[in-house]
């Protein structure tokens, strides 16, 4: 979904870096996410804001912080690398309704750690 | 959170109707049943969503049964583009958690 961006959309870094993925929504959402994927897998909650105030602690947080700079950025930093942190990265956004919550997600990020 | 059963893997032919199973005998009576799908590495798509009607949109229908311990995805005519992981998600409104399974892979054979 064009409404949701993903920065950078691959990435080899080596064991004990720092990286930042970047998280861009126009969707006008307040309810951000960070997943990742491994192969042959679903997707795992990392972490989660519901607005620029409250951030949350998803399912598999260690290792990993973020940042919610504004409504429509959210970033996850790895603050020391290591190779089983190689996976696909997704962020999502939704917006509660009655109706339900549907995820909208963005492209993904392709994370290498040598 | 209700957990969802489906098939690991279907085939179907190119345009023919594909029914993709999927049980949550465990979901509530607040809970919506979603699903997506994933083409190759992109991020997951939503396709539709219901609670306890049978719903229809642009890209599918969804058929829950009456005891809403099951539902069916229901893609027409299905083509090569359809080729997919397709996950069936039972979520509360308003809650932020998704519990994604290993999904269907649905192979569309020409």
């Known amino acids: 979904d064009a409404d949701v961006t993903q920065t950078p959309r691959n990435r080899i870094t080596k064991t004990g870096k720092r990286i930042m993925l970047e998280c861009s929504q126009t969707?006008?959402?307040?309810?951000m996410y960070w997943y990742r994927q491994d192969p042959g897998l679903g997707l795992r909650l990392i972490y989660y804001?519901?607005?620029?105030?409250?951030?949350n602690k998803g399912e598999i947080s260690d290792g990993y912080s973020v940042s919610r700079q504004a409504q429509a950025k959210f970033s996850l930093s790895l603050e020391s690398a290591i190779p089983n942190q190689t996976a696909l990265y997704f962020c999502?956004?939704?917006?509660?309704?009655?109706?339900?919550?549907?995820?909208?997600f963005g492209p993904g990020t392709r994370l290498l750690v040598l | 959170d209700a957990k969802t059963t489906q098939p690991p893997s279907m085939d179907c032919a190119e345009g023919r109707a594909a029914n993709l199973p999927c049980n949550h005998s465990?979901?509530?009576?607040?809970?919506?049943v979603y699903w997506y799908r994933q083409i190759h590495s992109q991020g997951p798509q939503y396709i539709i969503h219901?609670?306890?009607n049978n719903e229809t949109n642009e890209m599918a229908s969804l058929i829950i049964t009456e005891d809403r311990k099951s539902s069916t995805l229901i893609l027409p005519h299905a083509t090569l583009r359809d080729t997919a992981v397709y996950y069936c998600?039972?979520?509360?409104?308003?809650?932020?958690?998704?519990?994604f399974g290993t999904g269907t892979r649905l192979k569309v054979l020409a």
């Open positions: 999502a956004t939704s917006d509660p309704t009655t109706g339900g919550e549907t995820q909208y």
């Open positions: 969707k006008g959402h307040d309810r």
């Open positions: 219901g609670l306890k």
């Open positions: 998600i039972v979520t509360t409104s308003g809650t932020y958690k998704y519990i």
């Open positions: 804001s519901f607005d620029v105030k409250d951030i």
């Open positions: 465990t979901i509530s009576g607040n809970e919506y």
